[in-house]
Nanobody, 120 residues
Framework: QVQLVESGGGLVQAGGSLRLSCAAS????????MGWYRQAPGKQRELVAA??????NYADSMKGRFTISRDNAKNTVYLQMNSLKPEDTAVYYC???????????????WGQGTQVTVSS
């Protein structure tokens, strides 16, 4: 199994910044991709940003404000969020597509989520 533990959420004023972290642990053989999703009340979960290999992918509304980075040695992914807006308020979930030492395939794992609240 793979466990993902997120940290760094909280309350911030509009225009402020937060940095989320997500550390993966467990019987990891390989992680092919890591990313962040978010879910606001009454809305579907949506992609925020993802990184696989040397490439990154952002949702259009996050481009230029959010930066995803990954430390492969630590199996950790970060999300630097700048110029936060009230509409960024959501629960942010870490995702990893990983293969354990017992599996021969990759599957998605999810963290428990961390609340980000941006006040106006």
């Amino acid at each position: 199994q793979v466990q993902l533990v997120e940290s760094g959420g909280g309350l911030v004023q509009a225009g402020g910044s937060l940095r989320l972290s997500c550390a993966a642990s467990g019987s990891i053989f390989s992680i092919s991709a890591m990313g962040w999703y978010r879910q606001a009340p009454g809305k579907q979960r949506e992609l925020v940003a993802a990184t696989t290999g040397g490439t990154t992918n952002y949702a259009d509304s996050m481009k230029g404000r959010f930066t995803i980075s990954r430390d492969n040695a630590k199996n950790t992914v970060y999300l630097q969020m700048n110029s936060l807006k009230p509409e960024d308020t959501a629960v942010y979930y870490c995702n990893a597509r990983a293969r354990t030492v017992r599996d021969s395939w990759y599957r998605d794992y999810w963290g428990q989520g961390t609340q980000v609240t941006v006040s106006s």
